[in-house]
């Protein structure tokens, strides 16, 4: 069973793929309705409330449009791998050490050099140290075939625990009390797009993914990467250099997954504050799932979930549905969209005989 | 240095250890039966919380510590049905459905917690301790290792008894086979999605029974994440010990005593981050795969969906 093999169904028409997608959606919404009702919640004017916050606002879109990014960039970090058959599961440690050492290298370079340069620097020291803590799962499964799915999950709970202590011990603001590394000025943070408040991380998220989608499907490494995925021997016999290919595209995962960390800070928050952990990757490893790894579905569940996400924050305080309903929503579109894919294989078998 | 070795300091590290201890054993014991019988249980996580959920929902009403296990032995099966279905009897994908339970379950208790808890935020009392006769009376050890609820001798117990079913019955050289070459147990006209069914409800099983303890021993109520990555634990302590109960149990020590140490030396006014101890047994697993990590410790057929005449 590896991650690659799932993303050969492409073949049935547009129509078939998007009642595929929109069925488990439909499904998930509906059962989630019924959650609500037994909850004695009003399921219409939840699911009214969290439209009406995240994109029929203008304020509430720009939100949702600024959520989007970091979730973007590590969907590219996850496709990649996925398709690669790794599973790189450790997106929590990799994506806050990446954005603790941006926060940490910001500040400390403003006013030596350009603001853009330092904004690059710190970009691309994020993307390195995300790729590095990569590096010990990704020898160890290039070398000795050691099940990445822990070593990824352990190193991500070294990384936050690790990125807490980099903050307390090494990063301190001395003039905050609650620990915290030293603010990046507003001004100082990632530009925003003209008239908004998104900032222009979203950009590079977009460019990330589609470049991701393009290397996969259209590039002689992305198509090493999917033999790598669908078959690990046929990879080897075919002359592909296994643990070589397994690193890069370790790294690779990983780093894009550190630039989502980064971008994050320096585009909306521009410090990190010790034990801050959004845990984006619960929400974007079911994700990238959905959207069968494929880089144009995931910007359509992105935009899907960072609205979720924007509405039911603001839902949790007015309408009284906690905010971990969406993970409920979340677990529900996989059962479906699971139930669904194995209903759609079983009528194609019973067709075929 | 010498706060560190008082009586008092090292009886609550010891009692410590074994109290976040048991949770880990039962969930790594659980797990090692899936991935014997050839099933990567992703989901773990979730049936630790679902367990902890219904086990201390059932003894908050009823105020009986033994039909609180019991109810979050139910709840993790409940949990485990999920799974047993989808991947065991329709072939899906565990890993996919494991994140879904795991996800669905966190937020589905919150919910609950939500709706049913968080107006009152209800604590139990202390769980009753048995004190094993003359044993807990040693100096030290006597009250970190004597006095605790019955239930972790039971969980001690279970390591040999586990030990003696995979070695010499019928079922555990079954759940064995249904793991490495599950045609050959076919083939010797043994059910395989049976077997593995039987080891996947086991595994909810221990697990439930694992978070119960956590809510109702280990905190005494219920809050919303709390297993937080105790179930992966399990995971890692399953694949580390190769098939062996016993290993477990001295992994479930280990990782034990480090997450104890957190909250001795903060009790002992020790000036060190807790961030740093709580790498400690991380840092220490990854220490063991890179110098011992190997290949063939798994079992050949773990996470591969068996369907009868296939090939």
């Known amino acids: 069973m590896s991650a690659g093999s799932q993303s050969g169904i492409e073949d049935s028409g547009a129509v078939a793929a998007v009642s595929r997608v929109l069925l488990p959606i439909l499904l998930a919404l509906g059962t989630g309705a019924l959650i609500l009702l037994a909850l004695g919640k009003d399921p219409l004017g939840y699911y009214g409330f969290v439209l009406q916050r995240s994109l029929l606002r203008p304020s509430g879109l720009q939100e949702t449009f600024t959520r989007m990014a970091p979730l973007l960039l590590m969907a590219a970090g996850l496709i990649v791998a996925f398709r690669a058959g790794i599973w790189n599961l450790g997106g929590d440690g990799q994506f806050l050490l990446a954005g603790v050492i941006s926060a940490a290298i910001a500040p400390a370079l403003m006013g030596t050099l350009p603001g853009s340069i330092v904004l690059l620097i710190s970009l691309a020291a994020g993307m390195l140290v995300g790729a590095l803590w990569s590096l010990i799962p990704a020898l160890l499964k290039a070398w000795h075939g050691v099940n990445e799915i822990i070593t990824t999950l352990m190193m991500s709970f070294l990384g936050t625990s690790l990125a807490n202590v980099l903050i307390k011990l090494a990063f301190r603001d001395p003039g905050t009390t609650v620990p915290q590394t030293r603010s990046l000025p507003v001004d100082a943070r990632l530009p925003r797009l003209p008239g908004t408040t998104i900032h222009s991380g979203l950009l590079l998220a977009l460019v990330a993914v589609l470049g991701v989608h393009w290397m996969m499907t259209r590039t002689a490494f992305g198509l ?130 | ?113 939500y709706v049913q808890l968080s107006r009152e935020y209800p604590r139990l009392p202390a769980a009753p301790g048995w004190a094993i006769p003359w044993l807990s009376r040693v100096p030290v050890l006597g009250k970190g290792l004597f006095v605790h609820n019955a239930l972790v001798y039971l969980a001690v117990l279970l390591v040999p008894l586990l030990g003696w079913l995979y070695r010499s019955t019928y079922l555990g050289l079954s759940l064995t086979a249904a793991g490495d070459h599950p045609a050959a147990l076919d083939a010797a006209g043994v059910d395989v999605q049976r077997t593995r069914s039987i080891a996947l409800l086991a595994t909810g099983f221990l697990a439930g029974v694992g978070g119960a303890y956590i809510a109702n021993v280990g905190a005494g109520l219920f809050v919303p994440f709390m297993t937080g990555g105790a179930g992966f634990i399990g995971i890692v302590l399953a694949m580390l010990a190769r098939g062996r109960p016993l290993w477990v149990l001295a992994g479930a020590a280990l990782f034990g005593a480090s997450l104890s140490m957190t909250t001795a030396l903060q009790v002992a006014g020790i000036n060190v981050p807790t961030d740093v101890v709580q790498m400690l047994p991380f840092a220490l697993v990854m220490m063991v795969l890179i110098f011992f990590g190997r290949n063939d410790v798994l079992p050949r057929a773990l996470g591969v969906p068996y369907e009868r005449g296939e090939r």
């Open chain 2, 1 to 113: 240095m010498q706060a560190l070795l008082t009586e008092p300091f090292l009886v609550s590290l010891i009692f410590g250890a074994v109290t976040a201890g048991v949770p880990l054993l039962l969930a790594g014991l659980g797990e090692q039966m899936s991935e014997k019988a050839g099933v990567l249980n992703i989901g773990i996580e979730g049936m630790m919380l679902l367990g902890a959920y219904t086990g201390f929902l059932a003894c908050y009403r009823s105020g009986s510590f033994w039909l609180g296990f019991a109810a979050g032995g139910i709840g993790g099966m409940a949990a485990a049905s999920i799974p047993l279905l989808l991947c065991i009897r329709r072939g899906m994908n565990q890993i996919v459905i494991g994140i879904a339970v795991t996800v669905g379950v966190n937020g589905l208790t919150s919910l609950l917690h």
């Open chain 1, 224 to 353: 090493k990467l999917q033999v790598l995925g669908a078959n690990r021997a046929a990879a080897l016999h075919a002359g592909v250099r296994v643990d070589r290919l397994t690193v890069l595209s370790f790294a690779l995962s990983a780093g894009l997954i550190g630039l989502a960390g980064s971008t994050e800070v320096l585009g909306v928050w521009g410090t990190v504050r010790a034990d801050w952990n959004p845990a984006f990757g619960m929400l974007v490893v079911p994700l990238v799932f959905l959207a069968r790894f494929n880089g144009y579905a995931v910007i359509g569940f992105t935009l899907f979930f960072s609205a979720l996400l924007v509405g039911s924050e603001s839902a949790a305080r007015r309408v009284g549905v906690p905010q971990h309903y969406v993970l409920v929503l979340v677990a529900l579109l996989l059962l479906f969209l699971a139930v669904v894919e194995y209903l759609d294989q079983w009528r194609r078998r019973q067709q075929a005989t």
